[in-house]
């Protein structure tokens, strides 16, 4: 398999008012091509500091981050972004948001029926199709971000990095979109990697589990290999014996070895 | 707190006693007649009912808009009669409705250059607030995105716009006669000095307020300076600029009126300075209330406009 991004000996520190103050430390993880990765952590403890240095939003303190043997020195459409608040445009319809991205991409090589094809592919995908020309203000929370899912997808990433993107949803409405975020990463073979602070959907949709220690100076405590079948279904899943040791696993690590003091 | 209380459970008690006759008495017999008028008679009285209600609601909700405005402004009248019932200088509101009357009948007559109707004097005072507010935009809105967008431009600048700021406009008045040897560009300047504060700080302010969010999203999609300008940055500002834009046209209004009594020549300013040195103070109150409509209309332009451009963000 195919690496994609490799994290060698990464640190993030930062310098505050109360002084240094080491975020992140001696991160190792490699991401090969077609999987899904979650990272799982309590909050604070630097997960989506890892996901934006992968995005390449921030710059390592120390260490060196490939995307494709290459060093990451900055974002890039090849490692599309789906936001934690979707993050949509509001003076643009969702149409011409995820249009934005596709110009962007292809607006070079493709003519602009082309890139209007795209768009509209890429919405059917997250099936939006009716409300392409609607405003973010005028469509729901989980529309906003499947419209967010749609742009980062349009743009044909290597991977898809995605921060809480169903941390503000409801339980259905998350429920029903990790169901479309597992049927479309089939679709489209997309590698993807998350960072989520719930459990079920972490063993639910990746192939891997990156579990983090508590911060400050977080690292990778232990790696959950999710060897489930694919494609998953939720329900059958409830009374799945593996999935309950996964998912048994995961919290031991979260609430024995890494105990929060009640903040 | 303890008042109410009592005046529900009183009403409660009401109620019971009520529900208990009612219930004693034998079943409501006027509910009888009623069920003979025919189905659609009874529904077409119902719908006249409905739209007599409605229109009656419709009445009841323009009085209760309508009504406290005209009962504040019948107030203002009132007082304004009594206080002239002694004569004095004032004239009484009925003989500046006259004079109104007179002055409205022809409001662009001209019969030389220092007796020209109230209609040329407002628009002239119009043209000169808007070629000065103009210039101060055009200078203002790009000095506020760079002050924005740079902080060392903002950390140079902040001081300067914050000694400058409080001063009177007027006080740029001598600077521009000086300059410029003429009235009029020295009262445009002042127009040009008093507006350009608040649209270079709110567009600063707009463009260091953008959403991390968004740039990071220009940062991701990695686009172009001129895109980045013309799909986040402008539409981001937009709000504020149109703030600030609205806080300056209304200073602008101010500081005319002022600008033209030192300056002269045609503008509803002078024209006030014009008509007190001919002691007609019906005509000045007239002119009080018409550059109170103008500034109004003016806000009330900007603040739809505003409206237009404001998004359901988030």
Known sequence: MKKIVQIENVTQSFDTRNGHFVVLRDVRLDIVEGESVSLIGHSGCGKSTLLNLIAGLTRPSSGVMLCDGREITGPGPERAVVFQNHSLLPWLTCFDNVLLAVERVFGARESRAQLKTRTREALALVGLTHAEHKHPHEISGGMKQRVGIARALSMQPRILLMDEPFGALDALTRANLQDELMKILAATQATMVMVTHDVDEAVLLSDRVVMLTNGPAATIGEILEIGLERPRERLALAHDAQFGECRAAIMEFLYQKQVRAAA | ?314
């Open chain 2, 1 to 314: 707190m303890s008042a109410a209380v009592a005046v529900t459970m009183e009403r409660v008690d009401d109620q019971g006693r009520e529900a208990r006759g009612a219930g004693s008495a034998p079943a409501a017999p006027e509910a009888g007649p009623d069920e003979e008028v025919g189905m659609n008679a009874k529904a077409a009285q119902a719908d006249k009912g409905a739209i007599r209600r409605r229109g009656a609601g419709w009445l009841r909700a323009l009085a209760r808009v309508a009504l406290p405005p005209v009962l504040g402004m019948g107030l203002l009248i009132g007082l304004w009669h009594l206080a002239t019932l002694n004569g004095g200088g004032i004239p009484s509101p009925g003989k500046t409705w006259d004079a109104a009357v007179v002055l409205f009948s022809d409001p662009f007559y001209q019969e030389g250059p220092n007796d020209q109707g109230i209609g040329w004097n407002v628009l002239e005072s119009l043209k000169r607030v808007g070629i000065g507010f103009g210039i101060a935009a055009l200078v203002g809105i790009p000095a506020g995105f760079l002050l924005g967008r740079f902080a060392l431009l903002a950390q140079m600048l902040n001081p300067l716009i914050s000694l400058l700021r409080p001063v009177s406009p007027l006080a740029w008045l001598p600077i521009g006669l000086l300059v410029f040897q003429r009235a009029d560009p020295a009262a445009i300047w002042t127009i040009f000095i008093c507006s350009i504060w608040p649209m270079i700080l709110n567009t600063a302010q707009g463009v260091t307020r953008v959403p991390q969010d968004y740039l990071n999203v220009a940062r991701v999609l990695k686009l172009s300076e001129w895109k980045v300008f013309t799909k986040i940055l402008f539409p981001a500002v937009l709000p504020y600029m149109l703030t600030g834009i609205r806080l300056s046209i209304g200073t602008a209004w101010l500081v005319i009126v002022a600008a033209e009594m030192l300056t002269g020549g045609v503008g509803i300013g002078f024209w006030v300075w014009d008509e007190w040195n001919n002691l007609k103070v019906e005509h000045i109150i007239i002119a009080i209330f018409v550059i109170g409509v103008v500034g109004l209309i003016l806000e009330q332009v900007l603040m739809l406009v505003a409206r237009r451009f404001s998004y359901g963000n988030s």
